[in-house]
C-alpha cells in the first residue's frame, strides 16, 4: 500500500522559477501528509497558453531547471509537465523524477486543435504510448486529449499497467445543475478505463487563468475496481491522498479476468484490414 498525492495547482504563465517553486511547496505538504508520490497537472511547469512563448521557456534534458526537478525528487517521486525541446522541436510533454533522475518523458501524442485549442500550432507530436515500471508498478501516462481516446488507455491495458497517470489543463465548461459537464465527461472516462482496463487511473487537472482561459480541476482517482477514491474541488488549488494496492489490482483481475481473454491479434488483424481499405 502506498499513498499518492494529487497536486491540483495553478501555475503561473511562463514563469518557471516560480512554478518550480510551487511544486517545491506542494511536494513539502503532500510529505506532511504522508505521500509517497506526487503528480502534477499538465504543463505544470510553465503554464498552458504558452503559443509563441513555448520556445522561451522549453526545458532541454540538461538545462538548469531540469537538474533542480532532478534535485527535488530526492524529497518525493514526482511526474511534471512542461514544453520539452529536442533538436530543435518542442513537445508538451511528462515527465517522471525519482531518487535524483529523470525516469521516464512522455510526449504528448494526440494534440487537439480545435475550438479554442492550437496545440499544433506550437508543439510537435509525439508517437509513443510507452508504459515502465515507477519502482511500485507499471505506469502509463497520457496528457489530457490522449485520454480522450479509449484506444491510448487500451494500448496501456495490453501493457499491464497498474496505473494511468492522466495529467490535464481541461478548461470549464457546460456549466450544469450539478457542475461543469466537462468535469464529468473526464469523470466517465476515468470510471469505465478503471473499470474495465482493472487499473488505477489519476486524473489530475489545473486551475487559474491563463488569458481568457478558466481551468476547472475536478481532479479525481478511481480504483481498479471502477470505484471512486477522490475528489478534489472545482476551480481551486487542492491537495489530495489516495492509496495504491498493487494487491488490489491483482485481486480485480482475478474477479474480471479481461487481459486473460483479450485477443489483440485479432484487432491488430482487423486493424490492418480496416487500414488497407479503399
Same mark, same amino acid.
Not at 495553478?10 to 505521500?35: C, Q, S, T, W
Not at 527535488?72 to 514544453?83: D, I, K, M, N, V
Not at 475496481?225 to 489530495?240: N, P, S, Y
Given at each position: 500500500?502506498?499513498?499518492?498525492?494529487?497536486?491540483?495547482?495553478?501555475?503561473?504563465?511562463?514563469?518557471?522559477?516560480?512554478?518550480?517553486?510551487?511544486?517545491?511547496?506542494?511536494?513539502?505538504?503532500?510529505?506532511?501528509?504522508?505521500?509517497?508520490?506526487?503528480?502534477?497537472?499538465?504543463?505544470?511547469?510553465?503554464?498552458?497558453?504558452?503559443?509563441?512563448?513555448?520556445?522561451?521557456?522549453?526545458?532541454?534534458?540538461?538545462?538548469?531547471?531540469?537538474?533542480?526537478?532532478?534535485?527535488?525528487?530526492?524529497?518525493?517521486? $514526482?511526474?511534471?509537465?512542461? @514544453?520539452?525541446?529536442? *533538436?530543435?522541436? !518542442?513537445?508538451?510533454?511528462? %515527465? &517522471?523524477?525519482?531518487?535524483?533522475?529523470?525516469?521516464?518523458?512522455?510526449?504528448?501524442?494526440?494534440?487537439?486543435?480545435?475550438?479554442?485549442?492550437?496545440?499544433?500550432?506550437?508543439?510537435?507530436?509525439?508517437?509513443?504510448?510507452?508504459?515502465?515500471?515507477?519502482?511500485?508498478?507499471?505506469?502509463?501516462?497520457?496528457?489530457?486529449?490522449?485520454?480522450?481516446?479509449?484506444?491510448?488507455?487500451?494500448?496501456?491495458?495490453?501493457?499491464?499497467?497498474?496505473?494511468?497517470?492522466?495529467?490535464?489543463?481541461?478548461?470549464?465548461?457546460?456549466?450544469?445543475?450539478?457542475?461543469?459537464?466537462?468535469?464529468?465527461?473526464?469523470?466517465?472516462?476515468?470510471?469505465?478505463?478503471?473499470?474495465? $482496463?482493472?487499473?488505477?487511473? @489519476?486524473?489530475?487537472? *489545473?486551475?487559474? !487563468?491563463?488569458?481568457?482561459? %478558466? &481551468?476547472?480541476?475536478?481532479?479525481?482517482?478511481?480504483?481498479?475496481?471502477?470505484?471512486?477514491?477522490?475528489?478534489?474541488?472545482?476551480?481551486?488549488?487542492?491537495?489530495?491522498?489516495?492509496?495504491?494496492?498493487?494487491?488490489?489490482?491483482?485481486?480485480?483481475?482475478?474477479?474480471?479476468?479481461?487481459?486473460?481473454?483479450?485477443?489483440?491479434?485479432?484487432?491488430?488483424?482487423?486493424?490492418?484490414?480496416?487500414?488497407?481499405?479503399?
Amino acid at each position: 500500500m502506498m499513498k499518492i498525492a494529487m497536486a491540483q495547482i495553478a501555475p503561473y504563465l511562463g514563469k518557471i522559477e516560480d512554478n518550480l517553486e510551487k511544486h517545491r511547496d506542494f511536494i513539502v505538504r503532500a510529505k506532511k501528509m504522508g505521500a509517497e508520490l506526487v503528480i502534477f497537472p499538465e504543463l505544470s511547469l510553465t503554464g498552458y497558453e504558452l503559443m509563441d512563448l513555448v520556445p522561451d521557456v522549453a526545458l532541454r534534458v540538461d538545462s538548469s531547471t531540469m537538474r533542480s526537478l532532478k534535485e527535488l525528487s530526492r524529497e518525493l517521486p $514526482f511526474f511534471a509537465g512542461f @514544453a520539452l525541446e529536442e *533538436r530543435d522541436l !518542442f513537445y508538451n510533454a511528462s %515527465g &517522471f523524477f525519482r531518487d535524483g533522475k529523470l525516469v521516464h518523458i512522455h510526449r504528448k501524442v494526440l494534440l487537439p486543435n480545435y475550438s479554442m485549442f492550437e496545440e499544433k500550432r506550437f508543439f510537435a507530436e509525439g508517437n509513443r504510448f510507452e508504459a515502465f515500471d515507477a519502482g511500485f508498478g507499471r505506469v502509463g501516462v497520457l496528457i489530457c486529449y490522449d485520454y480522450l481516446h479509449p484506444s491510448t488507455s487500451y494500448l496501456y491495458f495490453l501493457q499491464q499497467v497498474d496505473l494511468i497517470v492522466v495529467q490535464s489543463a481541461a478548461p470549464a465548461r457546460g456549466m450544469q445543475e450539478d457542475g461543469f459537464s466537462s468535469i464529468q465527461m473526464w469523470d466517465n472516462m476515468s470510471r469505465v478505463v478503471s473499470k474495465f $482496463f482493472t487499473t488505477y487511473v @489519476a486524473y489530475v487537472n *489545473r486551475v487559474g !487563468f491563463d488569458g481568457g482561459m %478558466g &481551468f476547472a480541476g475536478g481532479s479525481h482517482a478511481y480504483g481498479p475496481t471502477g470505484t471512486k477514491l477522490v475528489q478534489l474541488a472545482e476551480l481551486e488549488e487542492d491537495l489530495k491522498v489516495f492509496e495504491f494496492s498493487r494487491e488490489e489490482v491483482r485481486r480485480s483481475r482475478i474477479l474480471f479476468p479481461a487481459y486473460r481473454d483479450e485477443r489483440p491479434e485479432v484487432i491488430f488483424k482487423e486493424m490492418r484490414r480496416i487500414l488497407n481499405e479503399d
